[in-house]
């Protein structure tokens, strides 16, 4: 009878449980709440996040932080580090929903932690966070240890139909082309590139709008990507992932696809950003609450997409106060005024001063844009000249850094060269 109750109630499988602060006080109050047998190990966030190496390899490790009153501030910090960093650990915050410390708690779900750990709730209730939480990591994909890590840029539309999806389409396949050698600086002129430069990640609404600019047909889409996360490498982006004519790999939802929550993508990411050199994320359309705040915290930044419309305008001011609630108002933010007119209201000055944002870039109005794509074309094709296109330059300088940095001629001047004569790729 005895090993048939043991077979119907097998163990639970063991947890690795550390602690993540820069005092270990915690972990004794801990071992006083925890099941018998369950230990916390501390590991000293002074050290840096290398005082978890010895720990977060071991099975179903799960990482604890302080969020008692006191130490939250700095636990807030400590959660962004490591959801950037180690996506795939489970992060667990502790502390205690009695009213003089409530708002540590409040401020771990404004991290984004999913798992809350009550100091002041059973000890069955306490082991039942911390399964579910080592839970969650057995599904959660191994990290790519990346040589590099790609620079993320979101490009986030503070309102539907302010032109951030067409904006992400002709930036990146510019971007990639720029990346690709070019009879300017002396290489072969119809040499393709093989690496994997720039992906655009398509997480905006309505679904599927940026494959329409790019006249694209994809059959592995960033569900398939999200499933398949811990195989993502260069070889499966070569054979899976679309690409466009010009170089451009774009990885994107159906058409169709409804607006709600986005699954967290902070594994998938993460490999994405071992793969490739940038990853420009649209998330036009899109509300704040939906977006995983696993992107948020991973992006190197994000562009605010307006125009000088009173209605995006009052979009763009409910957007930055969603941000700062979530402790998202930092410098990573900047604007993009998209469509503007010397007689349109107020000038794109005049906006970044009003919400105290830095003023990125400037994109004017542009029919042309406009008809291009109701031919299914991009303006590259077009009109490789407009004006529009040579206004891309400041956001073309943010999105690889590192290249601006290392090129023997100026940035500038090679953009120049590419935007007055940049031959169309159609094989």
């Known amino acids: 009878m005895s090993a048939s109750l043991q077979l119907l109630h097998p163990a639970p499988a063991p947890m690795t449980l550390v602690l993540y602060a820069p005092v270990r006080d915690l972990a004794g109050l801990l071992g006083e709440r ?19 190496d010895a720990h977060r ?11 008692r009153r006191s130490a ?10 490591l959801q950037r960093s180690h996506p795939e650990l489970p992060l667990v915050a502790v502390g205690s929903t009695t009213s003089e410390q409530v708002d540590g708690i409040v401020a771990a779900v404004r991290c984004g932690l999913r798992d809350i750990l009550d100091l002041d709730t059973s000890t069955a209730d306490i082991d039942a966070v911390l399964r579910r939480a080592a839970g969650s990591s057995a599904v959660r994909a191994i990290p790519v240890e990346a040589p590099h890590k790609a620079r993320l840029v979101l490009v986030l539309g503070v309102r ?30 119809n040499a393709q590139a093989t690496a994997n430069s720039t992906l655009l990640l398509d997480l905006g609404q309505p679904a599927g709008d940026t494959a329409l600019y790019l006249n694209l047909d994809s059959q592995f889409h960033f569900d398939d990507a999200l499933r398949h996360a811990g195989r993502i490498d260069a070889t499966l982006v070569r054979t899976a992932m679309t690409r466009h004519s010009g170089g451009l790999t774009l990885l994107g939802q159906p058409a169709g696809s409804d607006g709600g929550l986005l699954p967290d993508p902070a594994v998938l990411v993460q490999r994405l950003r071992g793969v490739f050199e940038t990853v420009l994320c649209d998330l036009g359309g899109v509300a704040v609450r939906q977006i995983p705040r696993s992107l948020f915290n991973s992006a190197d930044e994000i562009w605010l997409v307006a125009d000088q419309a009173i209605g995006t305008l009052v979009s763009l ?19 993009v005024i998209n469509r503007h007119e010397e007689d349109g209201g107020l000038s794109p000055a005049q906006i970044a001063e009003r919400f105290s944002l830095p003023l990125l870039a400037t994109l004017p109005d542009c029919h042309r844009l406009r008809s291009s794509a109701n031919h299914g074309h991009l303006l590259l094709q077009d009109a490789p000249r407009d004006p529009y296109l040579r206004a891309l330059t400041p956001l073309l300088l943010h999105l ?13 001047e090679k953009l ?5 004569g940049l031959q169309w790729k159609t094989k």
């Open 160 to 189: 539907a139909g302010v032109g951030s999806s067409t904006l992400a389409a002709h930036l990146g396949v510019l971007a990639q082309q720029l990346s690709q050698p070019t009879a300017a600086d002396g290489s072969d002129p």
């Open 34 to 52: 925890l099941p018998v047998g369950t230990t916390v190990l501390w590991a000293d966030s002074a050290a840096g996040l290398g005082a978890l």
């Open 400 to 412: 690889d850094q590192a290249a601006a940095r290392a090129l023997p001629r100026s940035w500038r």
């Open 416 to 420: 120049a060269l590419a935007l007055g």
């Open 72 to 81: 939250a501030c700095s636990s807030t910090e400590l959660a962004r580090q």
């Open 57 to 67: 390899r071991q099975p179903n490790c799960v990482v604890l932080l302080d969020f």
């Open 317 to 335: 001011d409910q957007v930055l106060k969603q941000l700062e609630s979530l402790g998202l108002r930092d410098t990573r933010l900047q604007l």
